[in-house]
């Protein structure tokens, strides 16, 4: 509640400033603690980026702003959809002037924890992965200077920056960061599943079934879809083709041993994420069990771990209906995450 | 076609005192004997009629060396862009000076895992500064970039329709240089000058080294043990000559 009213100080602040200067007391931005859940390690914040009221507020209007984009018409959340888990249910991306990108897009859940960002994960950072989208031709496609000059033509956008960042103008700093401090706030961990393990929610006999068998020896698959996160952040080859026309991890390292590797994705919020894979190439979560019980197509170096499974149909049920335990209604619907004009 | 434009100059350090003296360290780009054009059409060492549309490049850690061995630092970082030749006017300290060190790419500190934001725009590794020369998708600083056009069956007036594309970036690439013998004299009222060359042809066509045959190695995005990228970026290092 407390948090509620200063959000609303902050949001009035702002109507103020921008009609005049008739503001007596000088505004403050306030820290900000992010509620972390249950079974989650800490969160870590970078020195420079503390998150704050302001900032996170910042953040959230440059990643619905189109002018971060070079047709003006696309932004973050043009692909990265909130009531799909931050994905758009496109096979392939698609970006600014409709140009396709090459790999299906990912869910933003949970990336404050993440040990690196990006398909390879070449990218160390929130604050450095904010430039990656803005100059790929295929996701915003602008120069970043360029998008600098139109922001702040935004006077309500200025006053968040000095706010946040005591920076008269927005730049390339204060764009990364106020981009990341909002991402840093996309925290999924409220799901059944979650509720369940605290001892506040009941699965269902095939819901329980299904998890089981996820957590088996028998299965393996939370070997690398491993909690809290149901990712390991690893890359593996789970011969998906036994050529890949996408290089994988390759691209990053050149090393033909790593060539059809993908990082794994989490299974948070994976009911709504469809199509799946990393290039979307299946359309629900029953192609993908069938896709993992045929044990793969035999890529020469595919994991050993992916092999014929012989699921009986109940199990392939129980299997998608644990799955569908891992959606977090809040997040999905959480206003502090959708765009701030609805 | 651009010809080669006007010399630029660059004030890099206004203040002068009674202990120092003006050094002006000039940077261009040669093809033999002659100025190199970016957007004129050459012909290699292998019969194929080339165009050079970008040669760029980070040099860094540019110091001048005296006979002790201690060092000045006239730069840090500095973005050549070999389409213009430039002046980089410096105020050093009184003395003679017999060497110049220079770094070739972006020394591994400032490589990866840095974040171009984090520089004011005005800063050579800046988002704004590094003009491209970053790879946002992975992180670290492009080295170098040479792309253009090339046109295989060397035949005057054709169109040249093929790419050629040099992108060399990563640590184990950053060359350390150091040009030695020099003797140059800096004092009030005396200025100075050093020119470093850059012979473009040469990094094709290397006195001793691998030639690049654009026909067949046209493309490098830069990898490890990348054989292409490898013995261009030696030849580059080895084709820039002190005067």
Known sequence: MRQLLLWSNLLLFLGIASCGPAVSDSPKDLPVRLRVPQGFPSLDFPPDNQPTQARIELGRRLFYHTDLSMDGKTNCGTCHVQS??????????QGAH??????????????????????EGGVPSLELQALAPLHEPSEMGINMMDAVARINAHEDLRALNRLAYGRDSLDPFTITRALAAFQ?????????????????????????????????????????????FFTDYGFYNVGLYTTYPDPGLERKTHLKAD????????????????PYMHDGSLNTLEDVIAFYDSGGKGHHQQDKRIRELHLSQEEKEALVAFLHTLTDWNFLQNKTLSPWDE | MVGCKDENTVEEKPEDTATSGTLTLGMGAKWGNEDFVVEQVYFDTYGNRIRVDKFMSYISEIHLVRADGSEVLLKDFYLADFENDVNLNYTVPSGNYVGLK??????????????????????????????????????????????????????????????????????????????????????????????????????????????????TNAVTHTSELDVL??????????AIAVE
Not at chain 1, 84 to 93: L, Q, V
Not at chain 1, 259 to 274: C, E, H, M, Q, Y
Request: charged share 15%; proline share 6%; aromatic share 12%.
């Open chain 1, 84 to 93: 799909s888990a931050f994905t758009d249910g496109r096979t392939i991306a």
């Open chain 1, 98 to 119: 409709g140009q396709s990108g090459r790999r299906n897009t990912p869910t933003l859940a949970n990336l404050g924890w993440s040990p690196y960002l990006m398909a």
């Open chain 1, 184 to 228: 840093r706030t996309m925290i999924s961990g409220d799901s059944k599943y979650d509720q369940f393990k605290a001892g506040v929610s009941n699965l269902t006999d095939l819901e329980r079934k299904g998890m089981e068998l996820f957590f088996s020896k028998r299965l393996q698959c939370s070997e690398c879809h491993s909690e809290p």
């Open chain 1, 259 to 274: 060539s059809g590797n993908f990082k794994t994705p989490t299974l948070r919020n994976i009911a709504v994420t469809a």
């Open chain 2, 102 to 215: 220079l770094g070739l790419g972006v020394p591994a500190a400032y490589n990866k895992h840095e974040d171009p934001a984090q520089y004011p725009s005005s800063h050579p590794l800046s988002v704004a500064g590094s003009q491209g020369m970053f790879w946002y998708w992975n992180t670290g600083y492009i080295f170098t970039k040479f792309e253009g056009k090339i046109d295989t069956t060397g035949t005057p007036g054709a169109e040249l329709l093929d790419s050629f594309l040099f992108h060399i970036g990563d640590d184990p690439y950053y060359r350390e240089l150091s040009f030695t013998g020099l003797n140059l004299n800096v004092a009030p009222n005396s200025p100075a000058s050093l020119q470093l060359n850059i012979f473009v042809d040469q990094i094709l066509a290397p006195a001793s080294g691998t030639s690049i045959d654009l026909a």
């Open chain 2, 229 to 238: 990228a490898t013995s261009f970026f030696d030849n580059y290092a080895a």
